[in-house]
């Protein structure tokens, strides 16, 4: 097609696309002429001016008055020496807006209630003095979606792992017991490893984020006019690909917004402290999207030594709110039915359950036996989110295969076994397999055999000396891969000798405690 | 001879003068004039550009019509004609109603047709054909316009619907004739990849 066709066709296309214009338009243009002058310019000159003045005066507009140096570290230890801690504010995700109310105190006390709109959706609460292996109490409404989320599970994060991430098998659902959903560090730990709860600071130092945030920290000293002298830091993060995730906890205190922070991610930190004692007045955090900053997170409150009535430590069940209690870790991890070892990994098996249908219930543990790291590259040679992953060959004597019961549908081919940031030593994991092959229904297993399929401690470049994985080397990288990344540790043959009559033993462990 | 206060410039047509001078006096007769020389492409224009809101564009068009005629004294005759001048007041007008509709979220543009624009010029067994059609020409014009930026858009937009040439174009846009000539060129070839594209 010449330019010229293209002049010939767009203008047939803009000539049949040509709306009407309305009668009597001219009459409004008319109109419009012989309505009197404003002086916009002038008017607007004078708004803009009064708008400046007021926002300096309301305090809006701060102005620079020095540097202040120390003022982000500062304002992180008056915080991890705060008795308590309340605040309120907003996180901002895919699906909206939500709010959000925490409490923390020093004794090891948190809560954290968040809402969509004016309902409570979600609320956590930790109780210190309690050998707690997870919530002692989570509501939710409606119940059903709790129940959907056990048996999906929470963690699959399918966009983490490309489809070329070579990692084959069913995946397990893990369930650290430390807040009993997922793995990710909270300001307040429980560890039944260690007994009693240990309370963590609420800040992460930055020393602990370098390895994998590049930081840069901005610190002055501003005044407004309303509100007086403040220090502000701008913290600004690059988490590096492969990093772990857990650092993006850094500035802020609530946990699940390091889910949305992928590996190359930009982060900024706005928090403005007072001068005199450091503490927080406000915090904003921002990811920056397309370019641009946008804002992820803010606190609309803060407030230091606040009293924790017995209100908040014991809140009353919203109307058609369900308390629950998860007590399956508590009543299995201290046993161990098997355990074994590989290369890099020890893992544990500590029960196996079948319920009335044949399902299989398994609870494992895996610690790694040296320091890691972790990182994967994809066929096109990407950094993927690092991986700690786990996969389960488990089988009946009959040799049918056991697959997540969500997933028994699908023969094999699940990638998507990562486990992101976690930070503990040891995993907790516990899933439900449901028998793959519909070809022996109704004949419940006599006994089970469960094999561990782990990756190594190494990132896949060490291991297998290839770092460019090109087109042409990629099927030779895929033999020696296959042969040397995983780590099988067979746990045994188990025989069932009781079946269990629930249908979902592990929602009934929670859900069987409501009142 | 040229009436006190006028300002002689090569190039501009007398009938053009003649017009200015009308809109200085404060004219109703040379308001009415303007309108009906420059509304119908000017609207034209402006929906092309906000993907066929053809009242949003009228809106637009009569604020500008009504803003050259009040300020006519600020037209420069020796900087641009009085169409590209004319032009480049729809054109701010536009890019403020843009910005505006970022924030919106509706049924896009290109998907709606006023239906008693339709029934004005169709009707019975036609009317549905012409709905049809005008979607169908809205859309592709909506197509053209995703794979161009802004700018090229708008500087096809006006090299087509009133045949103004490059220099006068870019006296609207604020470009030089060069650069209008390079904007043409690559909005055609985006805009033929597209056509072609589209009718595959």
Same mark, same amino acid.
């Given at each position: 097609?010449?330019? =010229?066709?293209?002049?010939?066709? +767009?203008?047939?296309?803009?000539?049949?696309?040509?709306?009407?214009?309305?009668?009597?338009?001219?009459?409004?243009?008319?109109?419009?002429?012989?309505?009197?002058?404003?002086?916009?310019?002038?008017?607007?000159?004078?708004?803009?001016?009064?708008?400046?003045?007021?926002?300096?005066?309301?305090?809006?507009?701060?102005?620079?008055?020095?540097?202040?140096?120390?003022? +982000?570290?500062?304002?992180?230890?008056?915080?991890?020496?705060?008795?308590?801690?309340?605040?309120t504010g907003r996180i901002?995700g895919?699906v909206?807006e939500w709010r959000f109310e925490q409490? +923390?105190?020093?004794?090891?006390?948190?809560r954290y209630d968040l809402y969509d709109g004016?309902q409570i959706v979600w609320r956590w609460?930790?109780?210190?003095?309690?050998?707690?292996?997870?919530?002692?109490?989570k509501e939710t409404e409606?119940?059903?979606?709790?129940?959907?989320?056990?048996?999906?599970?929470?963690?699959?994060?399918?966009?983490?792992?490309?489809?070329?991430?070579?990692?084959?098998?069913?995946?397990?659902?893990?369930?650290?017991?430390?807040?009993?959903?997922?793995?990710?560090?909270?300001?307040?730990?429980?560890?039944?490893?260690?007994?009693?709860?240990?309370?963590?600071?609420?800040?992460?130092?930055?020393?602990?984020?370098?390895?994998?945030?590049?930081?840069?920290?901005?610190?002055?000293?501003?005044?407004?006019?309303?509100?007086?002298?403040? *220090?502000?830091?701008?913290?600004?993060?690059?988490?590096?690909?492969?990093?772990?995730?857990?650092?993006?906890?850094?500035?802020?205190?609530h946990g699940p917004?390091?889910?949305?922070?992928?590996?190359?991610?930009?982060?900024?930190?706005?928090?403005?402290?007072?001068?005199?004692?450091?503490?927080?007045?406000?915090?904003?955090?921002?990811? &920056?999207?397309?370019?641009?900053?946008?804002?992820?997170?803010?606190?609309?409150?803060? =407030?230091?030594?606040? =009293?924790?009535?017995?209100?908040?430590?014991?809140?009353?069940?919203?109307?058609?709110?369900?308390?629950?209690?998860?007590?399956?870790?508590?009543?299995?991890?201290?046993?161990?039915?098997?355990?074994?070892?590989?290369?890099?990994?020890?893992?544990?098996?500590?029960?196996?359950?079948?319920?009335?249908?044949?399902?299989?219930?398994?609870?494992?543990?895996?610690?790694?036996?040296?320091?890691?790291?972790?990182?994967?590259?994809?066929?096109?040679?990407?950094?993927?989110?690092?991986?700690?992953?786990?996969?389960?060959?488990? &089988?009946?004597?009959?040799?049918?295969?056991?697959?997540?019961?969500?997933?028994?549908?699908?023969?094999?081919?699940?990638?998507?076994?990562?486990?992101?940031?976690?930070?503990?030593?040891?995993?907790?994991?516990?899933?439900?397999?449901?028998?793959?092959?519909?070809?022996?229904? *109704?004949?419940?297993?006599?006994?089970?055999?469960?094999?561990?399929? *782990?990756?190594?401690?190494?990132?896949?470049?060490?291991?297998?000396?290839?770092?460019?994985?090109?087109?042409?080397?990629?099927?030779?990288?895929?033999?020696?891969?296959?042969?040397?990344?995983?780590?099988?540790?067979?746990?045994?043959?188990?025989?069932?000798?009781?079946?269990?009559?629930?249908?979902?033993?592990?929602?009934?462990?929670?859900?069987?405690?409501?009142? | 001879?040229?009436?006190?206060?006028?300002?002689?410039?090569?190039?501009?047509?007398?009938?053009?003068?003649?017009?200015?001078?009308?809109?200085?006096?404060?004219?109703? =007769?040379?308001?009415?004039?303007?309108?009906?020389?420059?509304?119908?492409?000017?609207?034209?224009?402006?929906?092309?550009?906000?993907?066929?809101?053809?009242?949003?564009?009228?809106?637009?068009?009569?604020?500008?019509?009504?803003?050259?005629?009040?300020?006519?004294? &600020?037209?420069?005759?020796?900087?641009?004609?009085?169409?590209?001048?004319?032009?480049?007041?729809?054109?701010?007008?536009?890019?403020?109603?843009?910005?505006?509709?970022?924030?919106?979220?509706?049924?896009?543009?290109?998907?709606?047709?006023?239906?008693?624009?339709?029934?004005?010029?169709?009707?019975?067994?036609?009317?549905?054909?012409?709905?049809?059609?005008?979607?169908?020409?809205?859309?592709?014009?909506?197509?053209?316009?995703?794979?161009?930026?802004?700018?090229?858009?708008?500087?096809?937009?006006?090299?087509?619907?009133?045949?103004?040439?490059?220099?006068?174009?870019?006296?609207?846009?604020?470009?030089?004739?060069?650069?209008?000539?390079?904007?043409?060129?690559?909005? &055609?070839?985006?805009?033929?990849?597209?056509?072609?594209?589209?009718?595959?």
């Open positions: 097609m010449k330019h =010229e066709c293209v002049d010939e066709q +767009f203008t047939e296309l803009l000539t049949a696309a040509r709306p009407e214009l309305s009668a009597r338009w001219q009459d409004r243009v008319l109109a419009k002429v012989a309505a009197p002058a404003t002086h916009r310019t002038r008017r607007w000159m004078a708004i803009a001016v009064g708008a400046a003045v007021a926002l300096i005066g309301l305090g809006f507009v701060p102005i620079p008055t020095g540097s202040a140096k120390g003022a +982000f570290s500062r304002a992180l230890a008056m915080t991890n020496q705060a008795p308590g801690v309340h605040v901002w895919p909206g409490w +923390f105190t020093k004794d090891g006390f948190s004016e609460l930790y109780a210190p003095g309690e050998r707690a292996m997870g919530p002692r109490v409606p119940i059903r979606r709790f129940r959907e989320m056990l048996e999906e599970g929470t963690l699959a994060d399918p966009g983490a792992v490309s489809e070329d991430a070579p990692l084959i098998g069913p995946r397990v659902d893990m369930w650290a017991p430390n807040d009993g959903e997922d793995v990710f560090p909270k300001p307040v730990m429980h560890r039944p490893d260690l007994g009693e709860p240990v309370r963590q600071d609420f800040w992460q130092r930055l020393e602990e984020q370098k390895a994998t945030l590049e930081v840069r920290v901005e610190e002055r000293q501003s005044l407004t006019l309303w509100g007086g002298r403040r *220090n502000v830091a701008d913290v600004y993060g690059h988490r590096r690909p492969g990093a772990h995730v857990e650092v993006l906890i850094l500035g802020n205190l917004l390091y889910a949305w922070l992928g590996p190359g991610d930009d982060v900024w930190i706005h928090m403005e402290t007072e001068a005199q004692t450091g503490a927080i007045r406000a915090l904003e955090q921002y990811k &920056r999207v397309n370019g641009r900053w946008e804002l992820v997170y803010c606190l609309d409150s803060i =407030e230091f030594g606040a =009293e924790m009535s017995e209100e908040v430590r014991n809140p009353e069940l919203p109307e058609h709110h369900v308390r629950l209690e998860d007590t399956w870790w508590r009543e299995r991890l201290p046993r161990t039915l098997a355990a074994g070892e590989s290369q890099d990994w020890r893992v544990a098996l500590h029960s196996l359950e079948v319920n009335r249908k044949g399902d299989v219930f398994l609870t494992l543990s895996r610690t790694p036996k040296t320091e890691v790291t972790w990182d994967a590259r994809t066929r096109d040679g990407r950094l993927v989110e690092p991986i700690r992953s786990i996969s389960l060959g488990v &089988r009946d004597e009959l040799g049918n295969q056991y697959l997540p019961s969500h997933r028994a549908s699908m023969p094999q081919g699940l990638a998507g076994l990562n486990w992101m940031g976690a930070t503990l030593p040891t995993f907790w994991g516990r899933i439900r397999l449901t028998r793959g092959s519909p070809a022996v229904a *109704n004949r419940l297993p006599r006994a089970i055999t469960v094999r561990v399929r *782990n990756e190594p401690a190494k990132s896949i470049p060490e291991l297998t000396g290839v770092r460019s994985l090109d087109q042409d080397d990629f099927e030779s990288f895929m033999e020696r891969f296959r042969n040397t990344y995983y780590q099988t540790i067979t746990l045994g043959t188990f025989p069932v000798s009781e079946v269990q009559p629930g249908d979902d033993l592990i929602a009934d462990a929670i859900l069987r405690t409501e009142r | 001879m040229a009436e006190p206060g006028a300002i002689q410039v090569q190039g501009v047509s007398a009938e053009e003068h003649r017009l200015v001078l009308g809109l200085r006096a404060a004219s109703p =007769e040379a308001v009415r004039e303007l309108c009906d020389r420059f509304g119908p492409k000017l609207h034209w224009f402006a929906a092309a550009r906000l993907s066929g809101d053809a009242q949003t564009a009228e809106e637009v068009m009569v604020e500008a019509l009504a803003d050259a005629a009040r300020n006519i004294r &600020r037209f420069d005759p020796r900087r641009s004609t009085l169409s590209a001048w004319l032009y480049g007041i729809v054109r701010r007008k536009l890019q403020g109603e843009l910005r505006k509709r970022r924030w919106r979220k509706s049924v896009p543009l290109s998907a709606q047709v006023p239906f008693d624009e339709v029934t004005n010029t169709a009707s019975g067994p036609d009317l549905a054909e012409a709905l049809t059609s005008r979607l169908e020409a809205q859309r592709q014009v909506a197509v053209v316009a995703q794979a161009l930026s802004g700018l090229e858009f708008e500087v096809l937009v006006l090299s087509r619907i009133d045949q103004l040439s490059a220099r006068e174009i870019g006296q609207a846009v604020g470009r030089s004739e060069r650069a209008i000539h390079s904007l043409l060129h690559r909005a &055609r070839q985006k805009a033929r990849e597209r056509l072609m594209t589209d009718e595959a």
